[in-house]
């Protein structure tokens, strides 16, 4: 038998680490989608994993030659995880393991880091993928009620899966190498309970700056990005759903500086204009943001999978950001609104919405493509 290699993260050249994050050892996973893929030869390929949390569990998901073999829940501590065995001798493999849950701010003690791989074979050169997408989001992004019966309501990791959601099926569909900055709750302007502070433009800039506590600080967790590592070519943004829910919520208020933030209808019965021109507002400086990051690729904003409730705010403020910027590479998109077969946990996408969702995201990704090559 072939003597067993053990080897760090940077000591694996071949290794593609998938996700934001920052170079150190042990490396840290974040943000759900994250992971790590490689091309590896051995009869058997293993890891070790640290794993924390106080309430919320870590989950992976791994992935050999494209088909799902293994997800799991990992326990607290480190541990030896393998990822698959007794394969014939020489044959080289595609390895993906993908950290199913996303970001949980709730839970300081959350941690996902990675020591290092080992086997009794060699590591080969991935494909250059063939285009880069980011996608941009809340918990529909995120994959929460992807995986897990219309009667599951409970908010835990479980019902939480990278790999049954549309970021993941449209780059599966495209060749692409992809990233996640996806948070539950949190929307453009406002979260879903009116939190002003609960905003993923607040973090987009940062490594993942919706994490909380001085263990993520420590990990790098909120560091400044460093944009020029790695560049997309698309910008999938679905952003909106948690702004429109503020509505239906009570008040909020900053105990520390005594801010306060309502969403309101009208007596009509449809939101005030004063609260959709916050929204307005909070998309245009959003987009300014992120062409700042990313100069050349196209941003598509797609919305509408739980309702379109404030459907306008996000096309003037579309509008708006083209005509100050002259920018024609912003578009927009509506999402068919999930059918009742189409919900999965949680009152959410389920695996048939998050399908439905990535067909038509593929369908302008395509006809944007094919806009350039003319």
């Excluded at 949190?186 to 490594?207: K, S, T």
């Excluded at 509506?334 to 439905?356: C, F, N, T, V």
């Amino acid at each position: 038998m072939k003597e067993q290699i053990w080897q760090t993260p940077e000591e694996i050249k071949e290794l593609r680490i998938l996700g934001r994050t920052v170079k150190r050892h042990p490396l840290p996973s974040f943000w759900t989608g994250s992971g790590f893929e490689c091309n590896y030869d051995g009869t058997e390929l293993w890891c070790e994993f640290e794993s924390d949390y106080s309430c919320y569990e870590q989950w992976i998901a791994i992935y050999i030659n494209g088909a799902l073999m293994a997800r799991q829940m990992l326990n607290k501590g480190r541990q030896q995880v393998c990822l698959y065995r007794n394969m014939a001798t020489r044959k080289v493999n595609h390895v993906k393991v993908l950290k199913e849950v996303q970001a949980m701010p709730e839970d300081p003690d959350t941690c996902l880091l990675l020591y290092g791989l080992w086997g009794d074979g060699e590591f080969h050169p991935l494909p250059e993928p063939k285009c880069r997408f980011e996608f941009i989001g809340d918990s529909i992004t995120s994959g929460e009620g992807s995986i897990g019966s219309t009667a599951e309501q409970d908010w835990i990791s479980m019902w939480f899966s990278a790999g049954r959601t549309y970021p993941y099926l449209v780059s599966e569909r495209f060749g692409a190498e992809y990233r996640v900055l996806s948070q539950s709750g949190f929307g453009v302007y406002c979260a879903y309970d009116n939190n002003l502070d609960h905003v993923i433009p607040r973090a987009y800039e940062q490594v993942c700056g919706t994490l909380t506590g001085e263990k993520n600080k420590a990990l790098g967790a909120w560091e400044k990005h460093d944009f020029s590592f790695w560049q997309p070519d698309y910008i999938i943004i679905n952003l909106g759903t948690n702004d429109g829910g503020a509505f239906h919520n009570p008040e909020w208020t900053d105990e520390a500086t005594g801010r306060r933030n309502k969403m309101e209808y009208g007596p009509d019965g449809v939101p005030e204009p004063a609260c959709l021109e916050k929204i307005r507002q909070a998309v245009t400086e959003f987009l300014v943001l992120v062409r700042k990051n990313n100069p050349k690729a196209q941003i598509v904003w797609a919305y509408g999978l739980m309702g379109t409730v404030v459907e306008s705010a996000i096309t003037e403020g579309i509008e708006s950001f083209r005509r100050m910027s002259g920018d024609k590479k912003v578009h927009y998109i509506r999402l068919d609104e999930i059918r009742d077969e189409e919900i999965g946990a949680r009152s959410h996408p389920g695996e048939l919405g998050h399908k439905a969702a990535a067909e038509s995201i593929c369908r302008k990704i395509e006809a944007l493509m094919s806009e350039e090559k003319e």
